[in-house]
């Protein structure tokens, strides 16, 4: 079936750009009906959606990360990534990739196990 | 939309019937969503539609409302059950206050 799988480092430094990748198996992003998605959740704390991107490269991110975040894909790894740029101590957390129920439905029907994500000097 | 959720932190014993309220500030139809989040694991879905279980989801779990008003109901709690509960309203898309803060469900 279906997996996503988040990978990229686990410490970054304050001021650097974090970048993450999800990689889908069991099934292909290239025309594929679903938008695909980053959420992340700080300890102890909410979901947060970051943005979504569909295979074809267009994407809809969170104005709250004003032009902070970046969502790619690439289809021939069957990937996508997520870029967070400046990142301070508040974007520690735990980041989700995920995939919308379809183009047009929002909710989030499968989740990756997550990756943490430290902000350190 | 900001969704809002209730109680924070609900304890019950096995067995219990227990109710989770979402609140949205503006209708979002019946486009809201239920997720699972249990301890040291990633979130998964449980209702959408309002009412829709997701494929395996226990029928003790069962979704009801509309418009502002949602329930997500536990009809015999059980201790896999210890969990947070996520809504997300999917109707205004894309917004960035999609989730409920959550509801944190304990066993007595």
């Known amino acids: 079936q279906l997996q996503l799988r988040e990978s990229g480092p686990g410490v970054v430094k304050p001021s650097e750009t974090l970048s993450l990748t999800c990689t889908v198996s069991?099934?292909?992003?290239?025309?594929?009906?679903?938008?695909w998605a980053w959420v992340r959740q700080p300890p102890g704390k909410g979901l947060e959606w970051l943005g979504s991107?569909?295979?074809?490269?267009?994407?809809y991110n969170n104005p709250s990360f004003k032009s902070r975040v970046t969502i790619s894909v690439d289809t021939s790894k069957n990937q996508f990534s997520l870029n967070l740029t400046s990142v301070t101590a508040a974007d520690a957390a735990f980041y989700y990739c995920?995939?919308?129920?379809?183009?047009?439905?929002?909710?989030?029907?499968?989740w990756g196990l997550g990756a943490l994500v430290a902000v350190s000097s | 939309t900001v969704m809002t959720q209730s109680p924070a932190t609900l304890s019950a014993s096995p067995g219990e019937r227990v109710s989770l309220s979402c609140r949205a500030s503006?209708?979002?139809?019946?486009?809201l969503a239920w997720y699972q989040q249990r301890p040291g694991q990633a979130p998964r879905l449980l209702i959408y539609?309002?009412?829709t279980r997701a494929t395996g989801i226990p029928a003790r779990f069962i979704g009801s409302g509309a418009g502002t008003e949602f329930t997500l109901s536990i009809s015999s709690l059980q201790s896999e059950d210890v969990a947070v509960y996520y809504c997300?309203?999917?109707?205004?898309?894309?917004?960035?206050?999609?989730f409920g803060q959550g509801t944190k469900v304990e066993i007595k």
């Open positions: 995920a995939r919308h129920a379809s183009y047009d439905t929002y909710y989030f029907d499968l």
């Open positions: 069991g099934g292909s992003i290239n025309n594929s009906p679903h938008y």
């Open positions: 991107v569909f295979y074809t490269d267009i994407n």
């Open positions: 503006q209708s979002v139809g019946i486009k």
């Open positions: 539609d309002a009412s």
């Open positions: 997300q309203q999917y109707n205004h898309w894309p917004r960035p206050e999609t």
